[in-house]
């Protein structure tokens, strides 16, 4: 699985905090075999749903990863 995360200053009223924070909010990436764990995964607690690009799962490669 994968996380990016996004570091930033935030401001307490007594002082300065970094908070890292995910960069693309409520998805997480994950490298699996589709056919044979998606429903393991799917079991997990919170996990909703896989993203879908013209009925298939959403793939991004690996240079993409990464360079992200």
């Known amino acids: 699985s994968f996380l990016p995360l996004l570091s930033e200053k ?4 007594d002082r300065y905090k970094i908070i ?5 909010a409520s998805y997480l990436f994950v490298k699996i075999d589709y056919h044979q764990d998606s429903i393991r995964i799917l079991q997990e607690p919170n996990s909703v749903q896989f993203v879908h690009y013209s009925g ?12 992200i």
């Open 10 to 13: 935030k401001k307490w009223s």
């Open 56 to 67: 298939k799962p959403a793939t991004i490669e690996d240079e993409t990863i990464e360079m």
């Open 20 to 24: 890292s924070s995910p960069l693309f």
